[in-house]
């Protein structure tokens, strides 16, 4: 959490106490994983994060994640920018690379991120 105070605008309170409402709660179950954007009811989002998954890019990923971020290479413009080799891909893991809908993803007018934490290498 650190890591993304330092390089955003955003500011986290650790908070022990209490595990309901809309808030980040992590667990350490079902591999390195979270959902995309805050809970729709305002429970808890959880970002799940085993022992394998405890390095500095793999939480910074799962924490975009929670706050609301796709991956990269999910964009509705993405072939533009890359080609996807279905053929390269486990079949567990093509449906990280299907592409979002126009009206769910925002990129606010980013540009095409080939060096971003959400972008799969």
Known sequence: ME???????LNFERRDDEIRGNR???TDVDGCASNVGRHPLGEPQ???LAPECIRLGVIAHEVAHALGFWHE?????RDNYVTVRWENI?????????KELPTDVDN???PYDYGSIMHYR
């Open 3 to 9: 890591h993304w105070h330092n390089i955003t605008c």
């Open 24 to 26: 980040i709660v992590f």
């Open 46 to 48: 959880f970002v799940s």
């Open 73 to 77: 290479q999910s964009r509705p413009d």
């Open 90 to 98: 486990d079949r567990d893991s093509k449906g990280q690379f299907l």
């Open 108 to 110: 606010g007018g980013v």
